[in-house]
């Protein structure tokens, strides 16, 4: 059975949701999902390769064309962690909403959070995911003082998502160094899932 889906013009996360929502309900062997943006092409590949699906995209026009055919292996999802282990430590997921922290002085509210991703790494293992979203995206892009830092963070094993819709708000998509790119149900996914949220 083959589907087909047009999502242009549908903000995020409304591509994969879309997707999710026939995926769940009609278990399509093939999956087309047309989109017109750069940040849903790669959201709806992630997440039917996370369904189990072989991707492929065509660009044509301005579009882009994303196919999920089923392949043997079994689906291993994004949106759905393995369940915590017992006595294995917490699942902190840290939301970083802004590239610096507080009000009152910007040079200042930058140098603190440089020091908090820099300081992140002393959680140990209880660190797993770091999401950043509005312009904390900006923390992740060619140029940012704090790349060496999120990309020692992804080298120990912690998950760094980096909102779609934020980067093209602020046309920095081509320009993402470390993590990957997500929406909007994937950060509400990830936070369900961890023991702790931790907002900055």
Not at 51 to 73: H, I, K, L, M, Y
Not at 121 to 127: F, H, Y
Request: a negative charge; one cysteine or more.
């Amino acid at each position: 059975m083959s589907k087909d889906l047009d999502c242009r013009g549908l903000a995020c996360p409304g591509p994969v949701l879309a997707a999710k929502k026939l995926v769940d309900a009609e278990n399509p062997e093939t999956l087309s999902v047309t989109v017109d943006n750069a940040a849903a092409k790669e959201n709806v590949s992630r997440f039917l390769a996370s369904q189990g699906f072989n991707v492929s995209v065509d660009e044509r026009d301005g579009a882009f064309r994303v196919t999920g055919s089923r392949s043997a292996c079994a689906p291993c999802s994004v949106f759905m962690p393995e369940p915590k282990i017992p006595g294995a430590g917490q699942k902190i997921l840290v939301l970083a909403a802004a590239d610096r922290i507080g009000r009152g002085d910007d040079e200042l509210g930058g140098k603190l959070m440089l020091n908090f991703i820099k300081t992140l790494k002393e959680m140990g293992p209880d660190l797993w995911r770091v999401v950043l979203v509005n312009s904390g995206v900006k923390l992740a892009v060619t140029g940012s003082p704090a790349l060496a830092d999120l990309a020692e963070l992804a080298a120990a094993g912690v998950t760094v998502l980096v909102c779609g819709t934020c980067l093209n708000h602020f046309n920095l998509l081509e320009k993402k160094e470390v993590g990957e790119t997500t929406n909007m149900l994937d950060i509400v996914t990830s936070m369900q899932v961890a023991d702790k949220v931790v907002s900055v």
